[in-house]
T-cell receptor, first 115, second 112 residues
Framework: DTGVSQNPRHKITKRGQNVTFRCDPI?????LYWYRQTLGQGPEFLTY????????KSRLLSDRFSAERPKGSFSTLEIQRTEQGDSAMYLC?????????????FGPGTRLTVT | GENVEQHPSTLSVQEGDSAVIKCTYS??????FPWYKQELGKRPQLIID?????GEKKDQRIAVTLNKTAKHFSLHITETQPEDSAVYFC???????????FGGGTRLMVKP
């Protein structure tokens, strides 16, 4: 499968614990995005990287959230001291920024449940 | 920032009928408008998109139209089939070309 992959697919954690998710983008895609989707809503932008540089962060991304893309390939999203309100689907997408290219392709997501 | 409104929130059609989903956006600088289909428990799948220099685009049974003046864009599905049943999201990209803002989604149900 050459699409965007995410691990784990499901994560159940207790409130206050830290969790880390991984995203592997489509090979050669230089942009990687993180979105959060709650039930019945559209995805909401969290942050994005161009290569290894984190270029924009949404105000939804509190200081408990941190994202990295150290070598410009895979990315990790860490949530510290999880809260019940963090329960959501965390989606990763990637795109190739070339002339006029904006298409973002999504991974299957990591569903986080905080108990 | 950009705001995208989507209507209707649910749409039920008979197999073979057409379905139309409409979206409006607020930022006149937005220049790229994709549509995603999301089946239950699956990833959003890009099904069609349109750029601001084009008024209409068609791909088999699906088409998208864009009215830049009115800041409206619409998804048209003809000859609907039960497998078209899913949640459809419209989106607009900001003028920096990075962040997608999504509409609230339309649950389409195609009755056989």
């Amino acid at each position: 499968d050459t699409g965007v992959s995410q691990n784990p697919r499901h994560k159940i954690t207790k409130r206050g614990q830290n969790v880390t998710f991984r995203c592997d983008p489509i090979s050669e895609h230089n942009r990687l995005y993180w979105y959060r989707q709650t039930l019945g809503q559209g995805p909401e932008f969290l942050t994005y990287f161009q290569n290894e540089a984190q270029l924009e962060k949404s105000r939804l991304l509190s200081d408990r959230f941190s994202a990295e893309r150290p070598k410009g390939s895979f990315s990790t999203l860490e949530i510290q001291r999880t809260e019940q309100g963090d329960s959501a689907m965390y989606l990763c997408a990637s795109s190739l920024v070339a002339s006029g290219g904006n298409e973002q392709y999504f991974g299957p997501g990591t569903r986080l449940t905080v108990t | 920032g950009e705001n995208v409104e989507q209507h209707p929130s649910t749409l039920s059609v008979q197999e073979g009928d057409s379905a139309v989903i409409k979206c409006t956006y607020s930022d006149s600088a937005s220049n790229y408008f994709p549509w995603y289909k999301q089946e239950l428990g699956k990833r959003p799948q890009l099904i069609i998109d349109i750029r601001s220099n084009v008024g209409e685009k068609k791909d088999q049974r699906i088409a998208v139209t864009l009215n830049k003046t009115a800041k409206h864009f619409s998804l048209h599905i003809t000859e609907t089939q039960p497998e078209d049943s899913a949640v459809y999201f419209c989106a607009a990209i900001n003028n920096a070309g990075n962040m997608l803002t999504f509409g609230g989604g339309t649950r389409l149900m195609v009755k056989p």
